[in-house]
T-cell receptor, first 112, second 116 residues
């Protein structure tokens, strides 16, 4: 089974802190994604990556950056956390040979 | 740009009854995939069913089936014999090809309540 693992299930950070959300997948998938989930807004794409060191902006990249130094790991970085970044963050991965995306269990981030 | 719309924020169904969740999408592509994902309270997104756009036959997975109307850009999910474990958020998703790779676009979700 494909496994996508997010480093934290719950996280509480202070305003202005630099926050790292880590995601690791074990299926050698080329594509990895970071989504933000908010009630009534569904899943919105923040950034995605289709190869090591490659990244593309999604629909809501402002205030975020990403890093993909190794194929299996995709990190989401909040440079200076703000309260409006309190949300659920979902990581996903996929491969051209498989049609669906596989998700991690989500990180609920609270910025106080 | 592709979009996915779910117009039902919440639905309820009696146990053992049938419910249909609606989804419409917009795209100019001719080859794509559509999905329904389930997100229970555990938050783990689970694939329920997928549909390939070039296949006219509607996909079926046990109690779950879709009504795929390509011309109308409609993709509804029917759950038959609803069970308490079906209670969850359901997301409709589209896989499109952009910037040299695939990305997934999701609707806003429908919360399904199953009444005993």
């Amino acid at each position: 089974d494909v496994k996508v693992t997010q480093s934290s299930r719950y996280l509480v950070k202070r305003t202005g802190e630099k926050v790292f959300l880590e995601c690791v997948q074990d299926m050698d998938h080329e594509n990895m994604f970071w989504y933000r989930q908010d009630p009534g807004l569904g899943l919105r794409l923040i950034y995605f990556s289709y190869d090591v060191k490659m990244k593309e902006k999604g629909d809501i990249p402002e205030g975020y950056s990403v890093s993909r130094e190794k194929k299996e790991r995709f990190s989401l970085i909040l440079e200076s956390a703000s309260t409006n970044q309190t949300s659920m963050y979902l990581c996903a991965s996929s491969s051209p040979g498989q049609t669906e995306a596989f998700f991690g269990q989500g990180t609920r981030l609270t910025v106080v | 740009a592709q979009t996915v719309t779910q117009s039902q924020p919440e639905m309820s169904v009696q146990e053992a009854e049938t419910v249909t969740l609606s989804c419409t999408y917009d795209t100019s592509e001719s080859d794509y995939y559509l999905f329904w994902y389930k997100q229970p309270p555990s938050r783990q997104m689970i694939l329920v069913i997928r549909q390939e756009a070039y296949k006219q036959q509607n996909a079926t997975e046990n109690r779950f089936s879709v009504n795929f109307q390509k011309a109308a850009k409609s993709f509804s999910l029917k759950i038959s014999d609803s069970q308490l474990g079906d209670a969850a958020m359901y997301f409709c998703a589209y896989r499109g090809y952009t910037s040299g790779t695939y990305k997934y676009i999701f609707g806003t979700g429908t919360r399904l309540k199953v009444l005993a």
